[in-house]
């Protein structure tokens, strides 16, 4: 079933390294037996709120983040194997996993629509994405 993965990575990696961080990302669920449907490469964002992680045993907050997402078709069980990877990897501020729809380019949240291929934002109410 079609899900994407929405990720923010930290903002230490240099423009050269978002690459190779977006090519572990892929080969994760490449390895989990993932089909690729779509992708939005990362690009620097400031974060509406701080978000903190250990790094190198301390903790850090940053204020902003590269934020990307990919789309795939995967097993609904894939899910849990790559929420436990994602958690653990050093690149990753934060990610979500949900569950959409192949042919849509249009994510959904309670008070925004938002097109991904025009970044357009309007004020309507809409339904959750469900989250796997």
Do not use: W
Request: charged share 30%.
């Amino acid at each position: 079933f079609p899900v994407t993965i929405g990720f923010h990575l930290l903002p230490t990696i240099s423009e050269d390294h978002v690459q190779e961080a977006v090519s572990k990302i892929k080969d994760a669920l490449e390895k989990q037996g993932c089909t690729f449907v779509s992708e939005d490469f990362p690009k620097m964002k400031p974060l509406a709120y701080n978000m903190s992680k250990e790094v190198a045993g301390k903790s850090q907050s940053f204020n902003r983040a590269y934020f990307g997402s990919i789309k795939f078709e995967s097993e609904p069980e894939t899910a849990s194997k790559l929420e436990a990877l994602f958690k653990i990897s050093p690149d990753i501020l934060r990610f979500i996993i949900v569950k959409t729809d192949k042919e849509n380019t249009i994510y959904y949240s309670k008070n925004l629509e938002v097109s991904a291929s025009e970044g357009e934002i309007k004020e309507k109410p809409r339904k959750f994405l469900q989250k796997i």
